[in-house]
């Protein structure tokens, strides 16, 4: 539920900063007579969002054993590369993200309605589809339905009233350094996601060592402990591992925390010459 909810808030901010800058753009330039085409776009999108999460529970649970852990072991990996391009992507564009956005605006404001609605709609359903993605892959160590979906739900919640705070300048949070802390509590988190992906396909039998463990803390880890389950939650840590499971969180999380908290260049400049009198 933890990792789940560190999800929703990730991607719930990401959208409501997103609609906020619109919103706030149509505002201050007295165009709030479109403000209906922004919200018809970001319905749309949010309609298709829920319902491709609902298309995948509903898909996934007529398939043999063999073809689930299959779609599963896929939907992991899907997951980690929108993760790993998400918070990537985020770090470089964390800061021009507004002036970007309300150029695209003015443009589509140039346009038309339809126009407007669709720049809500394409700003919106990526995220938005991502998030169901991400929601489905995390959701699937869980041992009910419920959890997951709770966490989902507070982390949008908790993100949707942020961006509200924000647009009206009641709190300020230094944006930068919120992506970059929890990019790396999701770069763990998609570590875990790897993980899990391996092991669907040792399940699946397309991949060996199934009952080859790395090692096995059970007796000083109890699975159904508290602690335990928080582990398992955030970076799908397991008692009992098996050795590919291991390898393979190993190989994505070191390189990958250590490419996204290593510090971005700064493009050097490049000194005018002087003319000489």
Do not use: C
């Not at 649970?61 to 990537?88: C, G, H, K, P, Y």
């Not at 669907?200 to 159904?224: H, K, R, T, V």
């Amino acid at each position: 539920m933890t990792a789940i909810f560190l999800i929703g808030l990730r991607e719930g901010l990401e959208i409501t900063l997103v609609v906020s800058i619109l919103v706030a753009f149509l505002v201050r330039t007295g165009r709030t007579a479109l403000l209906k085409y922004v919200w018809a776009g970001v319905a749309v999108a949010a309609a298709i969002a829920i319902g491709f999460a609902a298309l995948l529970q509903v898909g996934v649970a007529r398939l043999s054993f063999t073809q689930q852990e299959l779609f599963e072991a896929i939907a992991s990996f899907v997951a980690v590369a929108f993760v790993t391009w998400m918070i990537f992507w985020m770090r470089r564009m964390a800061r021009r993200l507004g002036a970007e956005l309300r150029g695209r605006m003015e443009e589509a404001i140039a346009l038309g309605p339809v126009a407007v609605a669709s720049v809500a709609f394409l700003a919106v359903i990526r995220e938005g589809l991502e998030t169901s993605i991400l929601f489905y892959a995390a959701a699937q160590g869980a041992a009910d339905s419920v959890r997951p979906l709770l966490g989902v739900s507070l982390g949008l919640a908790t993100a949707v009233a942020l961006g509200w705070l924000l647009y009206i300048s009641a709190v300020r949070i230094n944006l930068s350094r919120f992506f970059a802390w929890t990019g790396a509590l999701l770069v763990l988190v998609a570590a875990g996601i790897t993980k899990y992906g391996v092991h669907d396909l040792q399940e699946a039998g397309i991949l060996p060592g199934l009952n080859d463990l790395a090692f096995d803390i059970s007796g000083s880890l109890p699975p159904e402990t508290w602690y335990a389950e928080l582990l398992r939650g955030m970076v799908n840590f397991t008692p009992a591992p098996t050795v590919l499971e291991t390898v393979a969180w190993l190989a994505y999380g070191i390189p990958v925390l250590v490419l996204f908290l290593w510090p971005a260049r700064t493009p050097a400049v490049t000194p005018t010459p002087q003319n000489a009198s």
